[in-house]
């Protein structure tokens, strides 16, 4: 079943960190929901059939007003056909979830909530510049449990600069602590063109080094299973029930319609992503007309988006699926490829299925390179 994604691009202050599309032009929000509204009746057949998850994302969809949130879920739900159990996923940032807040959840079809709490040191907070501290991260989760959501996700990070494995193995018990149904946890990245990378380049920080990175990550992963939490994809934990539908639904190759500045669809023949400009995309949409690029999709690009989403998962990447949609020749240029993996211990196959190993994980973004048509 296919999932609808809404870009909410603002934010108070850019973290140091985001490669997302982004601005601060708050003033900008109501006319931008009106834009949102439009482009989902401009595109309302894209992906035709019955929702199952719907993601509110940014950005920082928490800094939408009550009356700005009411109208763009009146739109989702007049526009398209939700299913009744779908996940509907919003994220917010700790610091915006008051009271008032809250009650503004218990209004609207919002059933999983997720949050960017990073980490639990107030001084690596301050180094990413976010707005929260640990405490605000504590009190949303009550503030959010009394308002009835009853699917909480957090995403934390690990390998800033300096941070040893004990502190970060405090970060992991904190959040086993919270008793959150979900938890994504990166390796901090240095995206280019951020002010992280600037100062990675400058000389001002060091990056963590691999011997220290993969403890993080072992202990990560040791910590979580141990605490009850599926490790159903490379970042990604789960409490059993609640793994994340719509994330899964992009591993597994399923269409979706991206709305917003910068956001992509997919409807399983071509890609397609909206201009990343604000004022482009809010004054070409209210005018009737949605700004966008695409890409049709040949038998070598579905191949490797495959390749670099499903080998992500815990089920790995389907060969009966692969020989299904793009025929015999590819599935078996997928296991001559993946041979040599395989004998290292980096990748296993039982037939059905081509995984990637413990180890294999560590060096993931290599083994798929590996893997890929170029």
Same mark, same amino acid.
């Not at 959150?180 to 080094?209: C, F, K, N, Q, W």
């Not at 691999?210 to 009850?228: C, I, K, P, W």
């Given at each position: 079943m296919p999932g609808i994604y809404v870009h909410i691009p603002f934010c108070r202050s850019r973290c140091i960190y985001c490669g997302f599309y982004s601005t601060t032009l708050l003033n900008l929000r109501r006319r931008y929901v009106e834009a949102l509204c439009n482009e989902m009746l401009l595109r309302k057949d894209y992906v035709g059939g019955t929702f199952n998850t719907v993601y509110i994302g940014g950005g920082t969809p928490s800094l939408l007003a009550a009356d700005e949130l009411a109208t763009l879920?009146?739109?989702? /739900?007049?526009?398209?056909?939700?299913?009744? #159990?779908?996940?509907?996923?919003?994220?917010?940032?700790?610091?915006?979830?008051?009271? @008032?807040?809250?009650?503004?959840?218990?209004?609207?079809?919002?059933?999983?909530?997720?949050?960017?709490?990073?980490?639990?040191?107030?001084?690596?907070? +301050?180094?990413?510049?976010?707005?929260?501290? &640990?405490? !605000?991260v504590r009190r949303t989760v009550n503030l959010l449990r009394r308002a009835?959501?009853?699917?909480?996700?957090?995403?934390?990070? *690990?390998? *800033?600069? $300096?941070? %040893?494995?004990? #502190?970060?193995?405090?970060?992991?018990? #904190? &959040?086993?602590?919270? @008793?959150?149904?979900?938890?994504? &946890?990166?390796?901090?990245?240095?995206?280019? +063109?951020?002010?992280?990378?600037?100062?990675? #380049?400058? $000389?001002?920080?060091?990056?963590?080094? !691999?011997?220290?990175?993969?403890?993080?990550?072992?202990?990560?992963?040791?910590?979580? %299973?141990? &605490? $009850?939490?599926?490790?159903?994809?490379?970042?990604?934990?789960?409490?059993?029930? *609640?793994?994340s539908r719509h994330n899964s639904s992009y591993w597994r190759q399923e269409p979706y319609t991206g709305i917003g500045a910068a956001a992509h669809s997919f409807d399983l023949k071509s890609r397609q992503w909206n201009v990343a400009d604000i004022h482009k995309y809010i004054n070409s949409t209210i005018n009737g007309m949605v700004p966008f690029e695409r890409e049709t999709l040949n038998?070598?690009?579905?191949?490797?988006?495959?390749?670099?989403?499903?080998?992500?998962?815990?089920? +790995?990447? !389907?060969? $009966? /699926?692969?020989?299904?949609?793009?025929?015999? %020749? /590819?599935?078996?240029?997928?296991?001559?490829?993946?041979?040599?993996?395989?004998?290292? +211990?980096l990748l296993t196959s039982d037939g059905r299925h081509l995984k990637l190993t413990h180890d294999g994980i560590f060096i993931s973004d290599m083994v798929m390179s590996d893997l890929m048509i170029v």
């Open positions: 879920f009146h739109y989702i /739900y007049k526009v398209y056909n939700i299913s009744p #159990e779908a996940e509907v996923t919003m994220e917010c940032n700790p610091d915006d979830v008051t009271p @008032d807040f809250a009650e503004v959840l218990t209004r609207l079809p919002v059933n999983r909530v997720s949050m960017g709490a990073q980490t639990f040191s107030d001084a690596r907070l +301050g180094f990413l510049h976010r707005r929260h501290s &640990a405490y !605000d009835g959501i009853g699917n909480i996700s957090i995403d934390l990070m *690990f390998g *800033f600069p $300096g941070e %040893t494995l004990e #502190e970060w193995t405090a970060d992991i018990r #904190e &959040a086993v602590t919270l @008793d959150v149904e979900h938890i994504s &946890a990166y390796s901090l990245m240095y995206e280019e +063109g951020t002010p992280l990378a600037a100062m990675l #380049e400058d $000389g001002r920080i060091e990056e963590t080094d !691999d011997e220290l990175s993969r403890a993080m990550y072992d202990t990560l992963v040791t910590r979580l %299973t141990g &605490a $009850g939490y599926e490790h159903y994809e490379i970042s990604n934990f789960a409490k059993k029930g *609640f793994r038998k070598e690009t579905m191949f490797n988006d495959i390749v670099t989403t499903a080998l992500r998962t815990s089920e +790995g990447i !389907d060969l $009966g /699926y692969v020989e299904k949609t793009l025929g015999s %020749t /590819y599935k078996k240029t997928l296991l001559d490829n993946a041979a040599r993996h395989i004998k290292e +211990g």
